[in-house]
């Protein structure tokens, strides 16, 4: 019922920038964290940028100054500014969102999305 729909991703120099997005499809329900995780080969996922409903943010420090996360709650929508890529940025890049069902009990789940690539070479 709920999906992440990512778009951006792709292969750009050194230095370059790209802008990944991310809206999360369906109705009935509220989201409390959004944010971006990537995966590079032979490594674990990890966290590169995640902000709450209320606007704070969080940042990996390999990509702070460089990253910029930003949401449009009307949307349900989160964005990834990437800006000063280093080929060691490149990575599957995931959506990821906190989220409840409105009328359905329990604790918020983990949705993600399918996944970006995002290649930094010359």
């Known amino acids: 019922q709920v999906q992440l729909v990512e778009s951006g991703g792709g292969l750009v120099q050194p230095g370059g920038s790209l802008r990944l997005s991310c809206a999360a499809s369906?109705?009935?329900?509220?989201?409390?964290?959004m944010g971006w995780y990537r995966q590079a080969p032979g490594r674990q996922r990890e966290l590169v940028a995640s902000?709450?409903?209320?606007?704070?943010?969080t940042y990996d420090d390999s990509v702070k100054g460089r990253f910029t996360i930003s949401r449009d709650n009307a949307k349900n929508t989160v964005y990834l500014e990437m800006n000063s890529l280093k080929p060691e940025d490149t990575a599957v890049y995931y959506c990821?969102?906190?989220?409840?069902?409105?009328?359905?009990?329990?604790?918020?789940?983990?949705?993600w999305g399918q996944g970006t690539q995002v290649t930094v070479s010359s």
């Open positions: 369906g109705s009935g329900f509220s989201i409390y964290v």
């Open positions: 990821h969102a906190l989220l409840k069902l409105i009328g359905v009990i329990g604790a918020p789940k983990n949705y």
């Open positions: 902000t709450t409903s209320s606007g704070s943010t």
